[in-house]
Each structure stands twice: as C-alpha cells, then as structure tokens.
C-alpha cells in the first residue's frame, strides 16, 4: 500500500492487533477506493466513521474509518489527521459505501466535519435549528453552551407545527397554508422549517 | 427476483386432494406465469399524482420507540420515506469522557436496553483489550451464557412486538413469559434485571449465586418448547406468509454496501457473523450454526432470527455444561477492587480499594475498536486512551443506526401497512440509535 500511494500513506502500526494506516486528508478517498475495489484488498463493509479529538489542543483532529473485508475476514482502521489551522472539510465516502450515509452525517453533527462530495449533509441526531455548535466538540462544555433557562426558552419558543423540513413541506404541496413568513424564507430557498 | 412459493397451511383449506399441504404462489415482481396476483398494469386510474404527506410518530407504538417516519404516499404506495431520528439523545459518548472505565458501564445498560447485560460484556471486552487484560476461563464461559441470555431476551421481544405489529397478539404473551424468567435469573444473579452494569474491566460484578445453574438448565430443557409452539403458530401461517414474504428485499451485494449488519446481512445471504469470523470469548469452541437466509425480505429475517434463538440455547447448554472453577476476577489489584472483607482490615488493600475508586484504573495510551455480535448486528465499542484514567474518546458503533438508515430504501415501492412490518423487522432500539 505504501509502495502505491507513496507520501500518501504515512505510516502504518498496529495497536492490539488492529491495523492502522495513517493516510494524508488529501488522498484519503482514492486509498478507500483502492482498499475497496482492488481484488487483492476488498475492503467491501464499512464499519464505522467517526472522528477523534484529543485532550491535547496541538494534536490535529483524526478522522477514522473502520473497515472490514467480509471475503478475507480482515479488519483495518484507517486514520486521516486533519493540521490545525485548516478548516474542517475530507473527502466523503459515501459513493464508496452507502453506510457512510448517517454515520458521517452524525460526525459533522457532532464535530463538524464537512465531508465533501455527501449529498445530504445535515444533522441527524440534534434538530437541525440546533444553535449551540458541535457537542463531541473538546471546547464544549459537558452542559452544553446556553445556559439551562436559555436552552428551555428556546425549546419553548419552538413551533411543533414547523418541524418538518422545507422539502418535506413542498411535497405536501402545503406552500400555501403556511405561515407568511415561512413562505418568504422558503421562497429565499432556505431548507429547514421552523 | 424470481417467483417463489412458500408452502403454507391454510386454515379453512388446510390440505389439498392428495393430503399434502398446500402450495400459495406469493406475489412477485415478474408477474408472467398466470400465477401474479398483482393486477395488470393500467387498471388503476390515474389520480394526478397526487401525492400525500404523512408522519408516523415519533409517538407511535408501532416505531418501537420515538423514531418518525415522514412518508410521501402515491395512493396507498410509498414514494418516499424521511426517517427523523435524535428524539432519545443523551449524549453517552460526551458524558463517557468525563467518567472512568467501569462508571461508563452503567451507561452501556442504557443505550440498547433491551440487551443491556450483552452490551456490559462488549464494553469490558473492549476496555480489557485497551488495558491489555487477559480474563479467567470461568469469566470468559459467565460472559457467553450473560451474552446468550441477552440475545435470547431481545429477540424475544423482538418477536413479540412484531407479531403486534402484524396482528398478532399471543406469540406476544408467550415470548414475554419466558423473558421474564431470564429477568429473575439476571435479578438473583446481579440484583438488576434491565439496567445490569454485570461486568467490570477484568472480570463480573459478582459471581453466580449457589444453585443458580439450576434455573439455567431449567431455563435450555423448557424454552425450546415456546419456541415450538411459536414456530407452529407462526411459520407455515398464511396470514404471517402473506403479511412477510417478499417486503423490504435487500440483495447481498446491497446489504454489504449499506452497512447492514447481523440477522439483517444474514437474512440477504452474507454469511457474516462476528462471533465465527472474528472471535472473541473463545466463541470458536462452541458448536453452532449462523443461520442465513436466501431471499433477504421480513420473512427471511423472521427465520433467521428464529433459528438464532434456537442455536442460543444450544451454546448456552455447552456453556453451562463447561463452566470451570476457579476465580472470575484476574488478580490485579490496580484494576480489580479487593474483597470487602480485606479493604477493611488490610492496609495494603484499603489503600488498592481507595485507588481503583478514587482515581480508577489507567490504561496505557492506545485505542482498541472490539465489536461484537449482539442481537441488532455488528456492535463496536471503539476507545482512545491518552494514559488517563478517562477515555480521550468513547464511540459506539451502533448496529440498529446504521440498519434503520436502509429503511427508505427498504420501503420504496411498498404499502403503507408494509412499512410497519419492514420497519419492526429491522428490530431497532432508539436508546441505541440516538444514544
């Protein structure tokens, strides 16, 4: 692997007997690809995709992937470390493998990565009008940002009847019951109700 | 896919001339042969695509939990489904890494409830491997039958809220008898029967208690006649046949790629299970078969878990019947609490006692990813350790969050009343979807 990717693949250890490779974020999804397709790897399940943050603020940002290859029953972890300064952004795997749907749609919900190249990439298990930034986050505190009578007046202030998305609510055909002012940010484009 | 009949017992017919049960074509996607039930295209009137907006949950007994299922309807026919998921949320990864390794245990009962003692052996296994323990043969065989016990639970309730949800109602009772004879062994053997916290890093909360394998044995003699009686209910009947076969298909290639994992992958015919492929707890020495279905619909996975419960038993008999002697902790006092007695009469162990609960045991720097076979799939607990007594990151890899993520795909194309049978028949948990 090494030999085939040159610079792009780092380093390669194993931690209790599990695999790891360090991969440059820049090559990240041709190496997936490869491990994927390629006869001698397929590397066809996907795991896990998750993300790690350390107590350290000088350690980078890890992205991890867990894969498997269900033919030669082999296990790998591959691990891309995103440098300090660079905004929060890796290539998606989700033309690779559709399980990558959700689970990197709940890592840019809980850290904020932004994968490239995901369709659909918006919050899963917070609502999507959630404010208070990215909870795994190390910089955010473990009772959340807002304080607890914030938090409760915003739940309050909430209309239950908005909880659908904007493309939910034009297949309902529903664009003219809604309040005006929903309708004025719909017709601005915006994707999410409330 | 091809045609494909299934035989069944009717219950007014039953039997056709020659005494042999008879044979119900079940409706298919090719519809040639004069057998398709389906109505021949262009009968329906056009309704000028109208279609319809309609939410199922999040407080609906039938999405097992708060999952809402936002549908778009062409006519009775789903064209669309938006699952929401995020009503359950607790932020378990979060607050496991402000807690030392065996408080997070506690939160491993809560996230898949149903399987709660299941998940407390998958996290130990997963904190051992990062602290580099290696556990005594009695706790390994302990941790087989606690695992075995969990699946054979969750299964049962999955059976019984999916015989609700398809109009069921007395396989329901029946499964949540025998399930509640493995809650009153689990309470005599650890004092809790949903929130367990049974094991800890390096071994179990406590032994099992005098006579105890008793009501085990007593549990594998009696439980495969429910099992039994549920089969001749179930299996061959033409209304469960009907409601089942052919819904939701996934191919195998399909399966791999989404993700799915467990009785889901295996009812697509991956024969892919974590306890034979890579084993842990010694699960390679135990005699089993992995069931593994052909069709990959509700019906196959209604077999396949099936016969999974069947196979629980039967490691759960060679477990109880190898249990050694000897003890269940390893004898490390740094990771390990000593025995009551001594923490109050030894210097040496007081100071051990106050240590491992004070500061808690530290493991070295390094990650671990351990996945075991719990009931929904593949469930992985993945660790990174800086060197502390706490966890840099805990992660769970949860199985039903990734299964319920091919349900749109699963329910295109399908009636309503079908999303309620593929849905109950992914077998999701939302404490451990929204975690």
């Not at chain 1, 017709?187 to 109700?193: F, I, L, M, Q």
């Not at chain 2, 062409?74 to 607790?90: F, K, S």
């Not at chain 2, 996230?111 to 491997?129: H, K, M, T």
Request: charged residues 25%; hydrophobic residues 40%.
């Amino acid at each position: 692997m090494q030999q085939k990717f040159g610079g792009a693949v780092k380093r390669a250890e194993v931690i209790w007997g599990e695999t790891v490779v360090y991969v440059e974020p820049a090559s990240v999804h041709d190496v997936i690809r490869w491990l994927h397709d390629d006869p001698s790897q397929r590397y066809d399940f996907l795991s896990d995709v998750t993300a790690v943050e350390y107590r350290d603020s000088e350690v980078p940002i890890e992205v991890v992937w867990h894969l498997r290859s269900l033919p030669f029953r082999r296990f790998l972890r591959v691990k891309s470390q995103i440098p300090k300064g660079q905004p929060l952004e890796i290539a998606s795997v989700y033309d690779i493998y559709r399980s990558a749907d959700w689970l990197e749609r709940e890592c840019y919900d809980m850290f904020g990565i932004r994968f490239r190249g995901h369709p659909d990439l918006r919050r899963i298990l917070m609502w999507e009008q959630y404010k208070e930034g990215f909870p795994l986050r190390k910089d955010f505190p473990l009772r959340g940002r807002f304080s607890r009578s914030e938090q409760l007046r915003q739940a309050l202030a909430q209309n239950p009847e908005a909880r659908y998305s904007m493309e939910e609510l034009t297949i309902a055909d529903a664009f003219a019951e809604l309040p005006n002012d929903m309708r004025e940010r719909l017709s601005k484009g915006e994707r999410t109700g409330e | 896919m091809a045609r494909r009949t299934v035989e069944v017992e009717l219950s007014t017919t039953g039997l056709d001339s020659q005494g042999r049960p008879q044979r119900v074509p079940i409706l298919t996607d090719d519809g040639g042969g004069g057998l398709a039930l389906q109505a021949p295209p262009g009968i329906e009137p056009d309704l000028n695509g109208e279609h319809m907006l309609i939410n199922i949950g999040p407080q609906h007994p039938a999405t097992h939990g708060v999952l809402r299922l936002v549908l778009e309807l062409d006519g009775e026919t789903v064209v669309r489904c938006i699952p929401h998921i995020g009503y359950l949320h607790c932020g378990f990864e979060k607050m496991g890494e402000y807690r030392q390794y065996n408080q997070i245990i506690c939160w491993t009962d809560r996230e898949d409830y149903l399987n709660s003692i299941g998940n407390n052996v998958a996290f130990a296994l997963g904190a051992e491997r990062l602290f580099g323990i290696e556990i005594t043969e009695r706790c390994k065989v302990l941790r087989v039958i606690a695992s075995e016990l969990s699946r054979i639970m969750s299964h049962l309730v999955w059976l019984g809220t999916f015989c609700i949800d398809i109009g069921a109602f007395t396989p329901f009772l029946w499964a949540f008898q025998r399930r509640e004879e493995i809650y009153r062994l689990l309470e005599k053997w650890i004092g809790a029967r949903l929130t367990t916290s049974a094991t800890r890093v390096g071994g179990m909360a406590a032994d099992i208690p005098n006579g105890w394998m008793d009501g085990l044995r007593q549990f594998i003699r009696t439980f495969p006649h429910t099992l039994d009686e549920i089969d001749r209910v179930l299996t061959k009947n033409a209304i469960w046949v009907g409601r089942t076969v052919g819904l939701g298909v996934m191919t195998p290639e399909e399966a791999i790629n989404w993700g799915l994992s467990g009785p889901m992958l295996r009812a697509s015919g991956v024969d892919y299970d974590v306890r034979k492929d890579f084993p842990y707890l010694d699960y390679e020495t135990y005699d089993f078969e992995v069931p593994v279905g052909t069709n990959g619909d509700v019906y196959d996975r209604y077999l396949v878990r099936f016969e999974e419960l069947r196979q629980s038993v039967r490691i759960l008999q060679q477990a109880a019947d190898r249990l050694p002697d000897g003890p269940v902790n390893i004898d490390d006092p740094r990771v390990i609490l000593p025995p009551k007695s001594k923490a109050t009469s030894e210097m040496e162990s007081m100071i051990h006692h106050f240590k491992v609960v004070m500061e808690g045991p530290r493991p070295p720097i390094g990650e671990s990813y351990f996945a075991v076979e719990s009931p929904k799939g593949e469930k992985g607990y993945y660790m990174v350790s800086d060197g502390t007594a706490k966890p840099v990151r805990w992660r769970i890899r949860p199985p039903s969050f990734v299964n319920l993520a091919a349900i749109p795909k699963m329910v295109e194309g399908h009636l309503l009343s079908d999303v309620i049978a593929i849905n109950a028949s992914i077998d999701i948990v939302m404490g451990e979807i929204d975690r």
